[in-house]
């Protein structure tokens, strides 16, 4: 099990949030402060953003796990270091889990909570990772799908592994393929028609992926729940023509909120699931051309708006830890690349990755080097599809 790990602003560096809660706990770390005012810390956390209820001092500790917690209930966490007169700092970052439920890491197919550097062949419907548990050196190969389905990769079976998974949109089938049961068993659903597009994720919070459609005729999205053994399902409208469906937790709650971006105006229109998708948010960053590549770039259990700019290789994140209110730009990457984000550095936070259809190169800009270092793999072949989407 990981520990999150957070930063108290101005005092200290941040390093990794991530990893599985266990059942009714959580174990939280930060780094001490250089500062010799700091008497010691305080931690505060409560159900809601921002509203704290409880709190613990732990002196001059710098980790503690808190105990009596709700399973399936999503917990947000700030620290404030303290001086012998009692003064608090200013909070640190919020973070954010959900207790007792597995979250896998998107391609992570191997389960050591990295991405993998993965492909999907259409012509032969193969699967092929180079997986991270070997450091990028060893590799494994599956056949599951064919010309013209679409990978769905997801942890449909809860298990903190990514599933080998396939949505034919000729007939709305899913075919997953089981990491359970060392990807030898499958499950077939039908959810969805010609012209929808998936949108797979964990809509209910249960650490299952979950089957989900947008209809981009009416706007609907139409989600088919793991909490009911994929037996029951939800319907939503949110979105239009030309809008570009997103999933990501942009609350912190565990669970997928409905996002639609809106490349006329660089527009992000989100249903949050912490009003079980009654109220919205709409933030604006970026504009046509761009590509919308959210996820937690910052490190604090919540989706950061994102996009890539083919035009010139910009990759723009708003950081949610700052409420949103700053960003970081990297330039890394070519008009004919394909954004791939992912953690392959298994530090909790996105690295920046884009994969060369030409060569079939994938250039990794870490995020536990601050994006100033980087790797490069070639692992595929042309016509091949890469594969980072996950959870």
Do not use: C
């Not at 933030?283 to 950061?304: C, L, R």
């Amino acid at each position: 099990m990981k520990t999150l790990r957070f930063h108290v602003l101005a005092l200290m560096a941040f390093l990794a949030l991530g990893g599985v809660a266990q059942a009714g706990s959580l174990t939280l770390a930060w780094d001490a402060s250089s500062d010799p005012a700091v008497y010691g810390y305080r931690l505060y956390w409560g159900t809601l953003p921002g509203q704290y209820t409880s709190s613990l001092d732990v002196r001059s500790a710098t980790s503690v796990t808190v105990p009596n917690l709700v399973d399936g209930r999503a917990y947000y966490f700030v620290v404030r270091a303290y001086n012998s007169l009692n003064t608090e700092s200013a909070p640190s970052i919020e973070v954010s889990r959900r207790i007792g439920v597995p979250q896998a890491v998107v391609a992570d197919f191997d389960g050591d909570f990295r991405s993998d550097v993965t492909i999907y062949r259409p012509s032969n419907g193969g699967w092929y990772f180079l997986r991270s548990g070997t450091n990028f050196a060893g590799g494994a190969g599956y056949t599951w799908g064919g010309a013209g389905d679409q990978p769905v990769p997801g942890d449909y079976d809860g298990d903190s592994r990514i599933d080998i998974a396939i949505y034919r949109p000729a007939t709305g089938h899913w075919f997953i393929l089981l990491s359970t049961t060392s990807y030898t068993q499958a499950r077939t659903y039908q959810w969805g028609t010609a012209g929808d597009t998936p949108v797979a994720g964990d809509y209910d919070g249960d650490g299952k992926t979950d089957l989900a459609v947008y209809r981009a005729s009416t706007g609907g999205w139409y989600v088919l729940r793991s909490s009911s053994n994929f037996t029951a399902g939800a319907g939503y409208t949110w979105g239009g023509a030309g809008d570009v469906p997103v999933a990501g937790d942009f609350d912190g709650d565990g669970r997928t909120d409905i996002t639609v971006f809106r490349p006329t105006g660089g527009y992000w229109f989100t249903r949050m699931s912490t009003s079980e998708f009654t109220t919205q948010k709409t933030m604006q960053w970026g504009g046509f051309g761009d590509k919308p590549v959210a996820s937690d770039y910052d490190g604090d259990g919540k989706t950061d708006v994102a996009i890539f700019r083919p035009s010139n290789g910009l990759w723009s994140f708003l950081k949610s830890s700052s409420g949103s209110t700053s960003s970081t730009d990297v330039i890394w990457g070519v008009a004919t690349d394909q954004p791939m984000p992912g953690d392959f550095d298994g530090d909790g936070r996105t690295d920046l990755v884009v994969f060369r259809p030409g060569t079939a190169h994938w250039f990794i800009r870490t995020s536990t080097s601050n994006y100033s270092s980087w790797l490069t793999y070639q692992w595929g072949s042309t016509g091949d599809l890469p594969i980072v989407t996950g959870r």
